[in-house]
């Protein structure tokens, strides 16, 4: 506990640093006004958004498992949001697009302390630039690998935020689920139980050429720490499993899996991350590294091994064509939606290299790389076409934990395990193309 409480300490310093007070420049969201008393000290606002989205797989070996083509409605989000007496708000949202409702935000905020935002309840967290977007605010389709594995959004917690001139910081606490494998005392089988676990994140980040419209950098670092509690019941530390698939929601496959790693006592995340943009040019990064601490050890190669080590980055930009400007959000450190060149809108072009690799001896989760290259057209403030095109390279152990066809054994025979295939490392493992097309309407 006492890294946890200097973690607390060292970055409550960190959110006070010197700074000049600098206004927001950024509009409120976008949302359709229903409702505002005469004295304007209570507005409410009705938001949402609606994705279709379709998908197409090809250039996989024919004796390979098969991935479906398919469309589905991928977000179907319906907001609330309201402003209320000095410095208070809320916003509740749902999802609505597997016809029962989901609830993905659900949080109050308070911003009557001058050079403070305080927030609390269930949110995205400030932790990534990428991680926080909503998912209408994203330049691709999908997030990358290492985000969607590692990084800690979504969750319950509370989190402060400050924005001084050139500086934005933020520190949250969060509680998260654990899984605790049990020993079914009545069959030949383990239960799975659940209890909370704390995380503590930390981020901050340097915003040089804060005065220019036209120009910025964003510098950022971030740290992250997880401890879980024990089980009251057996005194073991819980589990953990990475699993995932790639860029894309309709391909299910995940072919990244570490399966079931237990005794995690703490999981600490370590992040760099960096944005520039100049008029309509964006360039963004991340690089994660995550350091998951054991219990009990494992038996590696080398002998005991009580420290997994994975890691992930991406690297991504884009270019409006037609005069628009991008948008970046000095408050919270994330690029928005752009501005449009034209009448009847703007088009930019996309680019990203990811990369997660969950292989750690002894545990053979998989690496795997994309290249993506995207258009979207933003037709006016409410509609906007994306497509994307990505080339995916899986290695040899991203087999789902032995559930893909990754290679052929030495019989040509098509085959999950690793240790038979007979491709070479260039060539072992589920590489794929992938186009991918979304329609997306917010109001």
């Known amino acids: ?105 659900a949080f109050i905020q308070y911003s009557g302390i001058h050079n403070l935002y305080i927030k609390a309840g269930h949110f995205e967290s400030l932790f990534s630039m990428e991680g926080a977007l909503l998912p209408r605010e994203q330049a691709f389709l999908e997030k990358p690998m290492v985000i969607t594995a590692m990084v800690p959004v979504d969750l319950l917690g509370i989190q402060f935020s400050t924005n001084q001139y050139w500086f934005m910081g933020s520190l949250g606490i969060s509680f998260d689920k654990a899984l605790y494998p049990r020993q079914n005392p009545k069959a030949d089988s383990i239960l799975t139980a659940s209890f909370d676990s704390r995380s503590v994140m930390a981020k901050a980040v340097a915003m040089p050429f804060v005065n220019r419209k036209d120009l910025g950098l964003h510098l950022g670092a971030g740290a992250s720490y997880k401890f879980p509690v024990k089980d009251p019941v057996t005194g073991s530390y819980p589990a953990i499993r990475y699993r995932l698939g790639n860029v894309s929601y309709i391909n299910r496959h995940q072919y990244l899996d570490t399966y079931v790693i237990n005794n995690i006592r703490s999981q ?54 037609f005069g628009g400007r991008q948008r970046y959000d000095t408050t919270t450190g994330l690029f928005m939606n752009p501005s449009r060149g034209r009448k009847w809108g703007d088009v930019e072009l996309l680019a990203r290299y990811d990369y997660l690799d969950l292989n750690y001896d002894p545990i053979k989760g998989g690496a795997s790389q994309n290249y993506t290259a995207g258009i979207t057209y933003y037709i006016n403030d409410h509609v906007k076409l994306m497509a994307n095109y990505i080339y995916t390279d899986n290695d040899r152990y991203a087999n789902g934990a032995g559930q893909f066809l990754i290679g052929h054994d030495a019989y040509g025979y098509p085959s999950a395990d690793y240790s038979q295939i007979i491709e070479t490392i260039r060539e072992a493992g589920v590489d794929f193309h992938t186009i991918s097309l979304r329609f997306e309407v917010t109001f």
């Open 1 to 105: 506990m006492k890294k946890t409480y200097l973690f607390i300490v060292c970055s409550l310093y960190i959110l006070q640093a010197a700074g000049q007070y600098r206004m927001a420049t950024e509009p409120e969201p976008s949302g359709i006004r229903v409702f505002t008393t005469a004295d304007e000290a209570f507005t409410l606002w009705l938001d949402g958004f609606v994705h279709l989205e379709g998908g197409v797989f090809f250039g996989y070996y024919e004796d390979y498992d098969p991935i479906p083509n398919g469309g589905v409605v991928r977000n179907a989000r319906l907001a609330l949001k309201t402003a209320f007496a000095d410095g208070w708000s809320a916003l509740f949202e749902a999802d609505f697009s597997k016809l029962k409702p989901r609830i993905t935000q």
């Open 268 to 321: 600490f995340l370590l992040k760099g991350e960096g944005g520039f943009y100049y008029k309509g040019l964006r360039i963004q990064g991340e690089y994660i590294h995550n350091m998951t601490n054991l219990g009990k050890p494992l038996t590696g190669v080398d002998g005991p091994v009580s420290v997994l080590n994975f890691k992930g980055f991406y690297v991504q930009s884009g270019f409006l064509l």
